[in-house]
């Protein structure tokens, strides 16, 4: 079920979503997707949420688009640790499938709620 489906049929906010461990993290105690141990993370698209931006939100569509500093930004926004360096695209190999399809749901998302 796609984040926005979930939403409308639910009731819930994205707020909400991302406070229960985020869509991809759902899918997996629901079953729809295998196990993975990928949670934390996902629960780092919370910071995500405040994009309202059009050409922020299109970088969350496709991050591997997106200009170099923006890379870096939404890396360093879902990767913190102050010892953790990493070049602007460097990051995108850390999401799985799941999550990268999950950051353009969650965009589309953000775009409709603003």
């Known amino acids: ?3 926005s489906t979930f939403i409308e049929h639910t009731g819930r ?5 991302y406070d229960a461990g985020g869509m991809t993290h759902l899918r997996r105690l629901a079953g729809h997707l295998p196990p993975g141990d990928d949670r934390d993370l996902n629960w780092r698209f919370r ?3 405040h994009y309202d931006d059009p050409a922020r939100l299109a970088g969350l ?52 709620a603003t």
Do not use: K
Not at 86 to 94: M, V, Y
């Open 1 to 3: 079920m796609a984040l």
């Open 13 to 17: 906010s994205l707020e909400q979503v």
């Open 47 to 49: 910071t995500l949420l």
């Open 61 to 112: 569509r496709d991050p591997r688009s997106a200009a170099p500093i923006e890379q870096l930004l939404l890396g360093y926004q879902l990767f913190h640790e102050a010892t953790d360096l990493f070049g602007p695209a460097d990051w995108l190999g850390r999401l799985n499938a799941d999550l990268s399809a999950e950051l353009g749901e969650l965009a589309e998302s953000a775009r409709c």
